[in-house]
Structures are given as structure tokens and as C-alpha cells.
């Protein structure tokens, strides 16, 4: 039979009469690949006939295929075990799904890439479709890389913390945990139980005295002596032991010294051993289910309902619950579990470890195929399953619960979303709910490392990876001065979308990775409107069927639109009174833009939160009732701005210090900063150190201890 990969799903209930991979190139009908054998006109059709010519000249073998519509975006991306025989199924006249039908129809030219074998076609599949985001594929989202803990080897007294990204330090690393709370709430707990520093290596060499963390019996106090070097490696063996799944060893082993202490009266050395116990069971207790036949295994459990899919995702490692996470796959609603479930597995592992068991809650096309890729990959065996029985079906089952309340949550918020951009739209006089909301804010500290920040909202939420910081440049502005910055990062967004996205015009194709044959014919016109409908019910062949009652939008589909809007926002924020907001407006209307709606947000007095002032060009400024949900709303939005340009500003900051160091702060020069580093050891202690703390260094007067605190904490102009 064809091979079916996961992303490319069955055109039919039945497979029987497509050709199988083993039969000569000879018996392929004929009908479908001459070009006297075109069907009747129409979008369909036409697909059809661009499919038709790009298979003469497709591969016999494994690979890689892509759809390319008409202004020369990818489509689809797709694998097979012979890309010939699988492209032809496409261009028969009956049984195509509405998805694939409208693929087809888009479809104006074809790209292929040969590989060696299958499992390598699939691997080139999964990364294509993280690279490329296809309109017609499954695309997983969020995808971020996860957190582990580290325990260095690289020093005496070894190091534990939080660790993400390559792993180039020496140590041992363990996870991957679900979140960044996860690994911090467990860190916390491993500090109670085995006492390990959390600090920097500057920081430990430079401590004359314990520091707090020892002084609330979460650190051991290798830095001062407090723990001989023998004791502390002992502290480690039983931490890494603890985390490489030798828990109840471990636990025994403490309860043994703490009776035994007991029995020889050292009653606060048994007080600590209990305390250490009692982080353990915590660490254990906080982490739910528990695997006693699972050493190592990644669940997947998939649910559906309203038209979205959510995956929850388990971690198990050393037997233990390292957290889990949901996903919210772009798929179209005609695909079951299964057919999300697989192309979602291929995309998730394309950049990170894999486990040695994998369980599912749904069997899914090709899953040996997976199996062997993802072994292929990682370098031993790799095992899928979909448990019915015992305790690994028990672990499915737990999942595919959060799964199901998990996007219960999801469709909740995006209806609640929807309400709150109809309100927003009331309030502001807007001719139709946003879609697309960008709020601008700056940060800078006297007027120094000054970032101007834009974060972008829309009906499906924060869309973080369209977020944009703005350096500010300007040579002759004055240290400062928010209104000239503001002008700066306005005109520069929106020049530059003048440039790339002109208004009324549709933004710039992107240009396909290879060139597409040279023998096909020229790009027939960009398919109907119609060709991008949602339908549910399978047309007469030569048609494209549209459904005469469309679905409410789904989660995914509300992002699927997000993707393809316009790059111009339908609403623009400026957090600031009616001085920002006309900075704003004046250079919109320097460029000439006159159809974006702009907001300017004024704090009340106070600076309290619920009595904003509303500046729109026009009108008189206005409030919102204080329990408005909406004003919640727009808080929301301020402070998320305010939060992403601060952290801007704050990165910038740290570059200039760890460059010019201390002097980069303004009155201090390398006298003074000689005599704090010689009062407090560290650039760290430095940053921590309360204002009267400063205020004791000598030479260092109380102007200048200000000016050195609010560097380091959150009195950042805004």
C-alpha cells in the first residue's frame, strides 16, 4: 500500500484501491499523469493538472514533498516511501477529504527533496513543518525548550541549578521537567533535604561569612567551612542518588541516622535529619502519581471537543512525576485524535531528548515507522505503545483527564477573549472587534539604555513571538526625553511596515527554499475564497463542496487566522497621557496613517490602578467603571508592555555592566567602585544590597547610593 505518514492523512475510509509500493512504474494509470486527461475546469481541476505534471518528473524513491501555492508559500509538506506513487493519489477524480481537496486546489507547484530511507524522510518531514509552518499540516505551538536540573563537576563544592539550553557545562543534568515552577519547586526542596549551595562560583569565592541561605538551613555553608569537604561530597552522592531514582534507598538511609542519632542523644542532629526527610516526602508528595513499573517514559494524550485538540504531555524519569504540559495543536477539525496525535509526536522530538518508552493514548498511523526514526535519532531503541491494561494504561488515563480539563480551560478563555475584544471595540468606538492590538511602552534609567517595547494581542491571547524591543538610536535626543522616543520606535514600526506590508496590499510571499521545476506551467490564478472555508461534508467529484452552517472557530483556528491577518494593527495602545499620545499621532500623520485608532493610557492620580484616564484624539478623556472587565483587561495589556520593555531595558543594562562594569552607573568612577567591591565582594552583593547598606561605603555618599539602588531595582522610567 502507499505509505501514509502521519501528517499526511488517508484520502479515503478505504485505501484498497490505491496502488501498492511494490508494483513497476508501467502500471500507473496512465489517464491520470497525460495531460489529455485533464478533468473539468475549475480550481480543483486545475490543482489536479499542476499535481499531474510534477509527477512525471517526482522520485521513485523515499523523501520529501511540499505544495506550493500560488504566491510561492508552502501549503503542505509531506513524506512518502515513493514520492511519485503518493503525489498521484492526489489527482484522482473521487475520494478526496475537504481538507485535501482544498490543498489540492491551492496548489500551484511542487517541490521535492530525495533521501535515503523512510524513517529519514519523516525526520525531514517533522523539521520542515517546524520551520516552515504550513497552512495544512498539524503544527505543534509553544514548543520551548524544557528545563533541567544541573549538578556541576567542574568545582570542589558542585553547584545545583536550574539549567536550559545546550549542555556544554560539566555535570549531571536531569529531566526535562515540565516548567520552570517545576524545577524551582523542586530545587527549593533538594536545598532543604541535601543542603547544596545554589550561588554562583564568584559569588562562593568571595563569601567571608555564611550567607542567609545557610542561616535558614537551606545550604550547608561549604563556602566558610561550615560543612568539611568530605560531608558536603557525601551531601551530593545523596542528591544525585535522589534524582537518578535511589529515592527510597536514600530515605531509608537518613531514617537509619536519624534514629541513630537519636539513640545517642543528639537530639538536633536527628531534629536535621528529620527536617531533610520531611523535604524528601515533600518533593515526592508535591509530584502526584508516581510510576512504580515506569522508570523512564513520555505519556501523550490526546482529547478533542468543539472542534480543538489538546495534547497533555507527562514526564517520567527515575520513576518520579517531573511535571506536565498541555499543547494546543493547529489541525483542522476533520481529523480525529490519531491523526493529530502522530504528525504532533514527529514535531516534538525533533529538538529534544527521547525517552526510551513512549505511551500514547491513541494507536497512530505508522507508529514502527516513528519508533524506528526516533531510535535512528537518538541512538538506542525507542518504544511506542497505546497501553489497555495496568499501570501504564493507568498513567494514559491520568493524562487524557488533564487533557480533557485542560482544554475545557482553553475553550472557556477563548470565549471569554472574544467578549472582552467585543467590549474593548464598545469602548473605544471601534467599527468591529480588533483582531490585532499592539501596545507601545519605554524603559530607560535617566535617560540610559533607553529600549522602547511593542507587544502584540489578539483574539487567541499574547502572541510572544511577534513581541519587538526598539533600541533607541537617536544621537540628538535628550536623555529622557519619552516623548522622542516614542516618536522614534512609532516611526520605525511603522515605516518599516509601510515598506514591507503597504496598506491595502497583502504582506510579501515567502520565497520557497528551492526552485520549483522548470518544465511546469506558469501559476494559475490564487484559488477562490471558498477554497479557504471550513467544511464538513464530502462534495461531487470536479467540485469544492462549502458548508452552508460553519463552526463556531476553534482555538487553533482562531490562531490559524491570527497567522495569515495583516500585519497592521486594528488598535494601538500608548501607555502614557496626552503628551505620548500626540508624539504618536504626530508621526502617523508624518508617514500620512490615518486609519489606525489609537489610545493613549494615563495612570490616575497616584498612580492607582483602576482610575486610568483614557486619552483618544477628538474626544474628551474618559474612565471605566472600576470593576469593568475590560479596564481589567487593558491593565492586563499595559502591564504586560510595561513588564517586556523593563526586561528589555534590564538585559541591555546588564550587557553595559558585565562591559564597563560599575562605572557604567552614573557617579561612579573606579575610586568608588574599587570601594565597593571592597566592602561587598561581588558585583552580586552589590546588586542586593539594601540602600542603608550603601549609604556605609566609604566615599560613597547618599546621592550616589541611590543612584547605585535604583540602577539595580525597579525604579525604572517608563
Not at 536514600?250 to 531533610?276: N, V
Not at 542586593?688 to 535604583?710: C, F, H, K
Request: proline share 8%.
Amino acid at each position: 500500500m502507499t505509505s501514509r505518514l502521519p501528517n499526511d492523512l488517508p484520502d479515503t475510509p478505504d485505501d484498497a484501491d490505491l496502488l501498492p509500493e511494490t508494483e513497476d512504474e508501467a502500471s500507473l494509470p496512465l489517464a491520470e499523469e497525460s495531460d489529455e486527461a485533464e478533468p473539468a475546469e475549475g480550481p480543483l481541476a486545475t490543482g489536479r493538472a499542476v499535481i499531474a505534471r510534477a509527477a512525471k518528473h517526482a522520485p521513485t524513491g523515499p523523501g520529501v514533498y511540499r505544495m506550493l501555492g500560488a504566491d510561492g508559500t508552502v501549503l503542505y509538506v509531506g513524506k512518502a516511501k515513493s514520492i511519485k506513487k503518493r503525489i498521484l493519489s492526489y489527482t484522482r477524480l473521487v475520494g478526496h477529504t475537504n481538507r485535501i481537496a482544498r490543498m489540492i486546489a491551492a496548489t500551484a507547484s511542487m517541490e521535492f527533496v530525495s533521501t535515503a530511507t523512510e524513517p529519514e524522510a519523516l525526520l525531514l518531514e517533522a523539521n520542515l513543518i517546524k520551520q516552515l509552518k504550513p497552512r495544512f499540516n498539524v503544527l505543534l505551538r509553544d514548543d520551548k525548550s524544557f528545563p533541567y536540573i544541573l549538578i556541576t563537576a567542574d568545582h570542589p563544592a558542585p553547584q545545583i541549578l536550574k539549567h536550559r539550553g545546550a549542555r556544554s557545562r560539566p555535570g549531571d543534568y536531569y529531566g526535562p521537567f515540565a516548567s520552570v515552577w517545576a524545577v524551582d519547586r523542586t530545587i527549593n526542596a533538594l536545598q532543604r533535604a541535601f543542603l547544596l549551595r545554589s550561588c554562583s562560583d564568584s559569588y562562593y569565592e568571595n563569601r567571608s561569612r555564611p550567607c542567609l541561605l545557610f542561616q535558614i538551613k537551606r545550604c550547608s555553608g561549604p563556602c566558610t567551612g561550615e560543612v568539611s569537604t568530605a560531608d558536603y561530597a557525601e551531601l551530593v552522592r545523596e542528591a544525585r542518588a535522589f534524582l537518578a531514582g535511589r529515592s527510597r534507598a536514600i530515605k531509608e538511609e537518613l531514617a537509619k541516622e536519624m534514629e541513630a542519632a537519636a539513640e545517642e542523644l543528639e537530639f538536633e542532629r536527628a531534629a536535621r535529619l528529620r527536617d531533610r526527610l520531611a523535604a524528601l516526602s515533600a518533593v515526592q508528595g508535591s509530584q502526584g502519581i508516581n510510576p512504580r513499573s515506569v522508570e523512564e517514559a513520555d505519556v501523550f494524550a490526546c482529547h478533542q471537543q468543539g472542534g480543538a485538540t489538546c495534547i497533555e504531555v507527562f514526564f517520567f524519569r527515575t520513576g518520579q512525576n517531573w511535571g506536565n504540559r498541555a499543547y494546543y495543536p493547529r489541525a483542522d477539525r476533520s481529523l480525529d485524535e490519531k491523526d493529530v496525535l502522530g504528525p504532533f509526536l514527529s514535531q516534538f522530538y525533533e529538538d529534544k531528548p527521547c525517552p526510551r518508552l513512549i505511551l500514547l493514548s491513541h494507536e497512530v498511523e505508522e507508529q514502527d515507522l516513528i519508533a524506528e526514526a526516533l531510535s535512528q535519532k537518538a541512538g538506542y531503541k525507542v518504544e511506542i505503545s497505546a497501553p489497555k491494561r495496568g499501570e501504564k494504561r493507568d498513567l494514559v488515563d491520568h493524562a487524557l483527564q488533564n487533557a480533557r480539563e485542560a482544554l475545557g480551560r482553553k475553550l472557556a478563555e477563548t470565549a471569554t477573549q472574544g467578549k472582552l475584544l467585543d467590549g474593548v471595540a464598545a469602548a473605544f468606538k471601534l467599527e468591529k472587534p480588533p483582531q490585532r492590538i499592539e501596545v507601545y511602552d519605554n524603559s530607560h534609567i535617566m535617560g540610559t539604555n533607553a529600549v522602547g517595547g511593542m507587544i502584540v494581542a489578539g483574539p487567541e491571547g499574547f502572541r510572544k513571538s511577534q513581541y519587538r524591543k526598539f533600541n533607541i538610536k537617536s544621537a540628538d535626543l535628550v536623555p529622557g526625553d519619552d516623548y522622542g522616543m516614542m516618536r522614534e520606535v512609532l516611526r520605525r514600526r511603522f515605516s518599516r511596515l509601510l515598506r514591507e506590508a503597504p496598506r491595502g496590499g497583502a504582506a510579501p510571499a515567502v520565497a520557497p527554499l528551492a526552485p520549483a521545476p522548470t518544465d511546469l506551467p506558469a501559476p494559475p490564478p490564487a484559488p477562490a475564497a471558498a477554497a479557504q472555508e471550513t467544511w464538513r461534508t464530502r462534495g461531487e467529484p470536479g467540485e469544492i463542496p462549502v458548508d452552508p452552517a460553519p463552526l463556531p472557530p476553534t482555538p487553533a483556528e482562531v490562531q490559524e487566522a491570527a497567522d495569515d491577518a495583516s500585519p497592521w494593527p486594528d488598535l494601538v495602545l500608548i501607555d502614557g497621557g496626552l503628551g505620548q499620545l500626540n508624539a504618536a499621532r504626530a508621526v502617523m500623520d508624518e508617514l500620512g496613517i490615518t486609519d489606525v485608532p489609537m489610545v493613549g493610557i494615563a495612570k490616575g492620580l497616584d498612580r492607582e490602578a483602576g482610575r486610568e484616564q483614557f486619552f483618544i484624539p477628538g474626544q474628551q478623556p474618559f474612565r471605566m467603571e472600576p470593576r469593568d472587565p475590560v479596564l481589567y483587561f487593558i491593565q492586563r495589556l499595559r502591564d504586560e508592555a510595561h513588564r517586556f520593555a523593563i526586561g528589555s531595558h534590564r538585559a541591555r543594562r546588564k550587557k553595559d555592566i558585565s562591559d564597563a562594569g560599575l562605572q557604567a552607573i552614573p557617579g561612579v568612577g573606579p575610586t568608588r567602585k574599587r570601594a565597593l567591591l571592597r566592602h561587598f565582594g561581588t558585583l552580586k552583593a552589590i546588586e542586593r544590597a539594601s540602600l542603608a547598606d550603601l549609604e556605609q561605603v566609604p566615599g560613597v555618599n547618599a546621592s550616589t547610593a541611590r543612584a547605585i539602588y535604583e540602577y539595580f531595582h525597579d525604579r525604572i522610567g517608563a
